[in-house]
């Protein structure tokens, strides 16, 4: 990824969270704000109306897709959809490059999930129209990292307390897990945050990483056991630990299999944190994760980072198509049908 | 399936035909009566402007999956697809509980097709917006049931008949077609009706639901003789018997293939009789199923039964979305474009 | 193919290129150039709003079925869409007429491809609604050729350049190339041209196709060099070669690979040429195809016939539906969305 991409802002890819400054974060959160009831069907909306979304995923992600497709359609705007390991033109030996050039010329703007690093700029860098990078490889995956920070803010928010000065314990696989990394990258637009990381053995945080946190003026702490970690913390970012990454000893030691459960919470005296979860969350019984046992704790935000994804992914449309909130709520109106949340 | 759903209406999902009593069954009809326009290219309609169909068949059903998709996009909906055995989170040990949670919070209605009988009701049980089954291994498939008698009506009506007091003789696989009992089922809600049942050797009715159609005041009549069967019918139902429930002497003896064709509709002197069948209709020279010589008889009505499932999944949606006759009609227009039926 | 096929016009099935003469191909076109606007993102247009495509992709096309399908949902209409090698229902045997009757009830229009020849034209005579033939086999693609007449005539007509008269070379494998033999075939409507013919040995032009062309008052120059081939000639059409197609000779003798490249057309001096291709180009080392050397020279037109396939896909819906320039006009509308092109 280039070291020196540009301000997220109207015409341009989104490719990487370094593209975003304190100024156009809070930007897009505001937009997201303002297309809530949207969001969250009290309104609906036309102001996409003619636009066109491409979405590519060249490798299978239904959850990402589902969400960026509905925030589009929700908008007013229409999907075509593409998925499946191989694009048929591909297989004839046609490049990225051809590949960009001829679909984008369909579109007003391209969703592309890749399996492999850098594929979607190389992607980007061909298409005549802006590109959102859906994730690519251990790479990048943008929009996971700013629904993150988008929950974390309204999550503490709503608790009276601020980003900057929170303190966030992050349990899990701190080595490959992408979205902890680009979280951490994306807080260092924040001031102050605390940092607990608590990681099995041989998947802790990349060095460089822990680094560029201090060095933006956080503190990061490293805990060995769970509990402790997570004590005191505002805000618990779990993340699954693939079972193939799982040294034996690890496996042997959770027989229970709960990277972090009530019985954790109660011995640290913390029921009421926030818990957050990039999903999907293993449920199998040999699991390391989070235990469903959670679910009916007062802090459970899991479900509200991706209820909150169709906002910020309605946000960055509206930013790369260059649309004010102005004009969205100029296109918006109530509707005939009743939505029901709790159906039985 | 629990035995206490509650009756099929706004904000409920849609499992099971046991949601219907002959008063909401009827309402359903008329709704579905009143969406003919639309249905028949002569109006188009934005009631459901804004509104999102998750469509999730975790197996294959492209047959039913456009007709629920082109229903809720022909009321001016949004649909989202995702179709393949798996669910690509799934396979990462996510729950159904949590799959569905999260799903459901991208869209305002769900249709969910699964293999395994009960797996739709326990992905309803989380989901936060109401679902509509769309069969499940053995289980239900409560929308063709509902398109089947919708169908019996119309071309009984047609006739100046009534489905009570009807004559309906059902034919072939009656212990594995999910359809057969669900319609049966459904019958129930009406009265005096009289079943005259012929299925090969291993393939009869489950004694259950010849019971239970008793228990309610119809006739149930069970012939070994085909031809017997169909004489003096008012409506014909034939279901294909899939190859591998067909025992050697079945098989040798059907050497033409015909569950039902014309000569033995001659024979029975039923040829204006009503000619039903769920399809697909297995036209392979060794089925045994209905033959495709009956189709230029006046009582084809297998593709009205087609034709009629828009109708049909239409009325579903409106009612799940609480939408009124008068709301559709508000919203419907007429169009600048030209629909053709039997093009060259 | 039957020979005697109806002109193209509202409420036909669009199978053969042999449907236009020049009249209506000229109409075909004048409606491509109507709503260019709409292509370029400069108005959005609601005149299909309520109708419905069924687009049935019975083998993997990406590129065409992103193409048509993005066209439909330009002029405000929905899709449904169906890939995969086999519908489910046919699995089960049903005869190709019951599935194009039974998806025929659920669209306004569908647009078919199929791998086998004449299989499209056997699943229109079942349809209720217009089909559009997307491709089938080793047969038809008339979409594509008239995609690339009109490309053709426009980049002419911007260099002050009629058709008539014109002087193309074809280049590439001109024995089992559909798009080439539809092109010529299509070029029967005008007048005067020259095909300068340039094939690799065994993938000559069929003999009665270059009779054909003759025949119509058209100059066919058979060459043995490429570079010979392209000298002064106005439109170069190159194809690629399928590499199971080479011998082992022309394998060895085209080490570098380029059917075509700047080098070749230096040495003709033809570096204004309009350079076209159907796509997609193979770029891999081993490849016998257009080079992407020629990527910046002014005449290259094959994004533009990518980008023009949006233009006539559309004329070919509205002409299907019956839906005329003025009535596209009066639907269109400005939006408070920008579109980009060129992102960074």
Not at 42 to 58: N, W, Y
Not at 193 to 206: Q, W
Not at 290 to 316: C, E, K, W, Y
Not at 330 to 335: P, V
């Amino acid at each position: 990824m280039p070291d020196s991409l540009p301000l997220f802002e109207q015409g341009r890819h989104l490719l990487s969270v370094s593209q975003f400054d304190r100024d156009n974060l809070q930007a897009l959160f505001d937009m997201a704000d303002a297309v809530d009831p949207i969001a969250k069907r009290q309104a609906v909306c036309t102001v996409l109306d003619g636009a066109m979304l491409g979405s590519l995923f060249f490798e299978p992600s239904t959850r990402t897709r589902l969400s960026f497709e509905s925030a589009f359609l929700r908008l007013g705007g229409e999907v075509t959809t593409t998925t499946g390991f191989t694009f048929s033109s591909m297989a004839k030996g046609e490049s990225i490059a051809d590949t960009a050039r001829v679909v984008s010329g369909y579109s007003d703007v391209l969703v592309v999930r890749h399996p492999d690093e850098g594929s979607v700029a190389q992607f980007a860098a061909h298409s005549i129209v802006p590109v959102i990078n859906a994730g690519d490889g251990t790479g990048e995956h943008p929009s996971q990292a700013l629904l993150d920070v988008y929950t974390l803010q309204k999550e503490l928010a709503a608790r009276g307390k601020n980003v900057d000065g929170c303190h966030i314990a992050i349990l899990g696989d701190l080595k490959y897990g992408r979205t902890v990394h680009s979280l951490i990258k994306l807080m260092g637009l924040h001031t102050g945050v605390t940092f607990t990381l608590f990681a099995p053995p041989g998947l802790e945080l990349p060095v460089q990483i822990e680094h560029d946190a201090i060095a933006h003026g956080h503190t990061v702490r490293v805990m060995d056991d769970v509990e402790a970690a997570v004590t005191g913390a505002d805000v618990i970012y779990a993340t699954r630990v693939q079972r193939e990454r799982m040294t034996d000893e690890l496996a042997q030691a959770n027989a229970r299999g709960d990277l972090l459960n009530k019985s954790i919470l109660t011995r640290a005296d913390n029921l009421d944190a926030i818990i957050m979860h990039p999903l999907p969350r293993d449920s199998r019984p040999d699991s390391y994760d989070l235990s469903s046992d959670v679910d009916d704790l007062p802090g459970l935000a899991i479900f509200h980072q991706t209820d909150n994804g169709l906002n910020v992914r309605m946000a960055i449309f509206l930013t790369a198509l260059g649309v004010t909130i102005e004009a969205v709520n100029l296109t918006s109106k109530r509707r005939p049908w009743k939505a029901t949340l709790r159906p039985v």
